[in-house]
Nanobody, 127 residues
Framework: QVQVVESGGGLVQAGGSLRLSCTFT????????MGWFRQAPGKERERVSC????????YYLDSVKGRFTISRDNAKNTVYLQMNSLKPEDTGMYYC????????????????????WGQGTQVTVSS
């Protein structure tokens, strides 16, 4: 059974930083692309960033490019999202998810290609 544990969210002032972590157990982490998503109140969930299997090419939502950095540590089964220069519009619940095994889930816009979602961690950016 796959377990996903997210951490690192919180309340921060605009311009501040947070680092989200997401650790998977019960899954062969290294063979999956990994994605970070967020959902603001009243809005649809959107993919913020993705790190591709097998070459770790990264993808970012235009609004976070240059501010957010996704990374992974296959030895620790963990994917990270470093968020700098945070803005109030970054507020939302942040989720991580694993892509389908041996598949470039990052190159598709389909959420159906992501599985094993985390429980979410709240990020609130005050102005």
């Amino acid at each position: 059974q796959v377990q996903v544990v997210e951490s690192g969210g919180g309340l921060v002032q605009a311009g501040g930083s947070l680092r989200l972590s997401c650790t998977f157990t019960g899954l062969t982490f290294r063979i999956h692309s990994m994605g970070w998503f967020r959902q603001a109140p009243g809005k649809e969930r959107e993919r913020v960033s993705c790190i591709r299997w097998p070459d770790s090419v990264t993808y970012y939502l235009d609004s976070v490019k240059g501010r957010f950095t996704i990374s992974r540590d296959n030895a620790k089964n963990t994917v990270y999202l470093q968020m700098n220069s945070l803005k109030p519009e970054d507020t939302g619940m942040y989720y991580c998810a694993a892509g389908s095994p041996y598949y470039d889930s990052c190159s598709t816009s389909l959420e159906s290609r992501f599985h094993n979602w985390g429980q979410g961690t709240q990020v609130t950016v005050s102005s």
